[in-house]
């Protein structure tokens, strides 16, 4: 079945820690379920569930650390999840880093970075948890954090951070028609700016990847960035969430600010496509239509 209540319903969120993934937390718990933070950074973790606390609901939370890149860590906190609670019904792949610098300076170690965390994070989410999602029979939903980079043409220096998006945003598109026979719904949340903690991303960088990065002056800027006042709150990201996981909404989009832009871009791949028909043959070769 879909998910219709979060009553009793297990989600596990990584990144449930801290900005986006912490609103996304607090509202499916005020909604009745029990959830999971998984998260990189134990400090986080600390303070999440500090704030949690002193709520009604405080032993609806626990957390674990886990470094979503990590595969053999992933399988084992999978496993915690199946022998605990029998599985979980929704995943929230939304750990993610703000990867941004200058092109000519990127080395492998910010490509790894950047592609690691915010594509190998929502890959190694989905192929630890499927088999235990459809195993248990009761469906259920994921959902994965893209961002509004991924929808339109970035500035400079976010080349590798718009990319990792876009693949997150692809890979779920075309997951969810495989799932649905599962009742697994996908959702794609494609946030604009939120209060968070993403200008914290050099703290989240190993130390193998932060040797030989071409990109730490343009961190070390980031940590300087002042959260905007009039950014969303993530309790309000968190709401646009849980509705989207009910109605199994495919994109879970929070600001309107860039329509122009998206559909600027949507346009402009619109003008370049031929009018020209192409059809499929039986060994699924495209050809020219007579
Ligand atoms: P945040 O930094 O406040 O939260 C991200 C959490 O992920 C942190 O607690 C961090 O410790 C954790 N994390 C980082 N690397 C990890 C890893 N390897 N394994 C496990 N956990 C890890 O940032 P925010 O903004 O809440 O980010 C959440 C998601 O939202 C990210 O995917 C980000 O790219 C995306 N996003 C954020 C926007 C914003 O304006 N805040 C806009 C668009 C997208």
């Known amino acids: ?138 469906g259920g939903h994921i959902v994965s954090t893209a961002s509004l980079a991924a929808e339109v043409v970035m500035p400079p220096q976010m080349a590798i951070y718009a990319a990792s998006k876009a693949a997150v945003c692809h890979f779920c598109e075309s997951a969810k028609g495989e799932l649905a026979q599962h009742d697994i719904g996908v959702s794609i949340l494609l946030p604009g700016p939120v209060k968070s903690n993403i200008h914290e991303t050099i703290d989240n960088r190993p130390a193998h990847l932060r040797e030989g990065s071409g990109f730490t002056a343009s961190e070390k800027k980031l940590a300087r960035r002042i959260v905007g006042d009039n950014w969303m709150e993530p309790v309000d990201v968190g709401h646009l969430v849980a509705d989207g996981i009910l109605n199994n909404t495919t994109y879970l989009v929070t600001h309107g600010m860039y329509k122009d832009a998206m559909r600027a871009r949507a346009q402009a791949v619109l003008d370049a496509t031929p009018d020209r028909m192409e059809v499929v043959d039986s060994f699924g070769n495209y050809r020219d239509e007579e």
Do not use: C, W
């Not at 009745?32 to 609806?60: M, Y």
């Open 1 to 138: 079945m879909p998910i219709q209540s979060f009553e009793g319903k297990i989600a596990f969120i990584t990144g449930g820690a801290s900005g986006i993934g912490l609103g996304i937390s607090k509202v499916l718990v005020e909604r009745g379920a029990q959830v999971v933070l998984a998260d990189l950074r134990q400090d986080h973790i600390d303070h999440a569930l500090a704030e949690f606390a002193g709520g009604g609901r405080s032993n609806a939370v626990s957390a674990l650390q886990l470094d979503v890149t990590n595969r053999e860590q992933y399988r084992e906190a999978a496993k915690k999840m199946l022998d605990e609670f029998g599985g979980i019904d929704i995943l929230v792949n939304n750990a993610g880093v703000g990867l941004e610098g200058p092109l000519l300076e990127a080395t492998y170690a910010d490509y790894d970075f950047g592609f690691g965390v915010n594509v190998g994070g929502v890959i190694n989410g989905f192929t630890e948890f499927l088999p235990q999602m459809v195993a248990h029979g009761r």
